[in-house]
């Protein structure tokens, strides 16, 4: 099974809405980092996150790596046309970092 | 801002050719990393390098190998393509294995392949 498992595999929201994207693994999170893909692109870093309880923010984008740190949340708020793409999440493993396999953002006009 | 350069966009090769993608980074990284990203499967590794002449397999190496002869450059060889390696090609770097926290990866804007 996949170590990292994100969901939802795709989401449709109206512009103007806000939404959350999970990042769930089946083992401790030691760096956990999103990107974000446009279709038929390189992927772009947006952060990461190291600490258990810890949140950084980038424009409107917001990420949280749980106590645990087993899972890591994504948030948009007030969603852009410009948000749209592919988010990834990523678990880093001995300076490699597996990822998972993307949510894909739809932003209605 | 670190900059990852990957040679070609798109890229159409018949099935036998021997094909070259070519990555360059401009920031002293010391990491280099080759993925293939498919629908469905995600991204995958193929082969990665820690300094300059050495190399390690990923997970999916069979049919590829890789050259680095300089630190900023990091090559791809599909030794004989064959259109199941059909497939969007990411090439990143990172900075070092010697500093214990962990870094993030940064990525060219990759090469779309298809063999024929």
């Known amino acids: 099974s996949q170590e990292l498992e994100q969901s939802p595999q795709s989401l449709i929201v109206q512009e103007g809405k806000n939404l959350t994207i999970n990042c769930t693994s089946s083992?401790?999170?030691?760096?956990l980092y999103w990107y974000k893909q446009k279709y038929g692109e390189g992927l772009i870093f947006l952060m990461m996150?190291?600490?258990?309880?810890e949140e950084k923010s980038h424009e409107k984008i917001t990420a949280k790596l749980d106590e645990k740190k087993q899972q890591s949340s994504l948030h948009i708020t007030a969603s852009q046309p410009s948000h749209a793409g592919i988010y990834l999440c990523?678990?880093?493993?001995?300076?490699?970092?597996?990822f998972g396999k993307g949510t894909r953002l739809h932003i209605l006009p | 801002d670190v900059k990852v350069t990957q040679s070609s966009r798109y890229l159409v090769k018949r099935t036998g050719e021997k094909v070259f993608l070519e990555c360059v980074q401009d920031?002293?990284?010391?990491?280099m990393f080759w993925y293939r990203q498919d629908p469905g499967l995600g991204l995958r590794l193929i082969y990665f390098?820690?300094?300059?002449?050495?190399?390690e397999k990923g997970d999916i190496p069979e049919g590829y190998s890789v050259s680095r002869e300089k630190k900023e450059r990091f090559s791809l060889i599909l030794e004989s393509a064959s259109t199941n390696q059909t497939s969007m090609y990411l090439c990143?770097?990172?900075?070092?294995?010697?500093?214990?926290?962990?870094?993030?990866?940064?990525f060219g804007d990759g090469t779309r392949l298809s063999i024929l």
């Open positions: 990143a770097s990172s900075f070092s294995r010697n500093i214990p926290s962990n870094q993030p990866q940064h």
């Open positions: 083992k401790t999170l030691y760096g």
């Open positions: 996150l190291q600490k258990g309880g």
């Open positions: 990523g678990a880093g493993r001995d300076d490699k970092i597996i």
């Open positions: 920031m002293d990284h010391e990491n």
């Open positions: 390098s820690y300094d300059v002449k050495m190399k």
